[in-house]
């Protein structure tokens, strides 16, 4: 799993009987430019349907910025029939993703998607059941996000930016959260983009996991071993008598010098919480 953009703040609190008990993260997406709002043909003008399946690869405009598409029947309403719009491109990370989107026989209602597209790169569009059915690609007013969101206990909050003022917006509504894919992360601004402000969406969110109640602490054991020697010698003493007329040969007592060694270890121990 890619996760171009780091959390910009993660921590993990405990205790001594439970570890990372819970675990919160912050983070915030910068749109980078004053967000539009929403269109049927924001990312391609209507296209003619066709008895037979199309695959659409030029003419597309990617979103201002990554959001969810907007599929949009119109023309004749009897002509449209039902099958899926797929379009395909990238989500924010650069990553291949697709949509689906399903038609309804002679239905001319826009179908919002689920995931927030950077680039569109193609479009496919299934039968009509008869010519002058049309189809556009457009954007929806629900933004996606730099980060993956955990699905419960997630805070949002979004400031609007004119460049000479920034101001904070109502609650906006977390519209999905996904663990895993980045595209189905999404935000809906409660104040509709209209194209004159920067928006910074901050997110924070806190998981609760319950470790094993026997869960120990990890130890560092270090062993150290110290060498202490005794020694005890006998020097050697020498006794000598002389006389002008007769000698005594020298005594010698001679004790040999004896040293002893004794080693030790000493183990410690360290416990890292």
């Not at 749109?31 to 269109?39: I, L, N, S």
């Not at 023309?75 to 491109?89: E, K, N, P, R």
């Not at 993703?97 to 496919?124: E, P, Q, Y």
Request: proline share 3%; with cysteine; glycine share 6%.
């Amino acid at each position: 799993m890619k996760e171009t953009t780091k959390w910009y703040q993660r921590h993990a609190f405990g205790s001594a009987w439970d570890k990372n008990i819970c675990k919160l993260s912050f983070g915030y997406t910068h749109t980078f430019k004053k967000v539009a709002v929403g269109t049927d043909t924001a990312v391609h003008a209507a296209m003619a349907g066709s008895t037979e399946n199309q695959t659409i690869t030029t003419g597309f405009t990617d979103p201002d910025v990554p959001r969810v598409l907007t599929v949009k029947p119109s023309g004749t309403a009897g002509a449209i029939g039902t099958g899926l719009v797929i379009v395909s491109g990238t989500n924010i990370e650069g990553a291949d993703i697709t949509d689906s989107f399903r038609l309804v026989d002679g239905n001319t209602t826009a179908i919002t998607g689920k995931k927030a597209f950077k680039t569109v790169t193609s479009v496919r569009i299934p039968v009509m059941d008869a010519v002058g059915a049309s189809i556009s690609i457009g954007t929806a007013n629900i933004l996606g996000i730099n980060h993956r969101l955990y699905d419960q206990n997630t805070t949002c909050k979004i400031v609007q930016d004119t460049g000479s003022a920034r101001t904070s917006q109502a609650t906006p509504t977390i519209t999905d959260a996904d663990e895993q894919y980045i595209e189905k992360n999404l935000v809906t601004p409660a104040t509709t983009p209209d194209g004159t402000t920067f928006l910074t969406i901050y997110y924070i969110y806190d998981t609760w996991s319950l470790g094993d109640v026997n869960d120990e602490p990890k130890y560092v054991i270090s062993t150290s071993t110290s060498s202490t020697s005794s020694s005890t010698s006998t020097s050697s003493i020498t006794t000598s008598t002389s006389s002008t007329s007769s000698s005594t040969s020298s005594t010698s007592i001679s004790t040999s010098s004896t040293s002893s060694s004794t080693s030790s270890t000493s183990t410690s121990t360290t416990t890292v919480p």
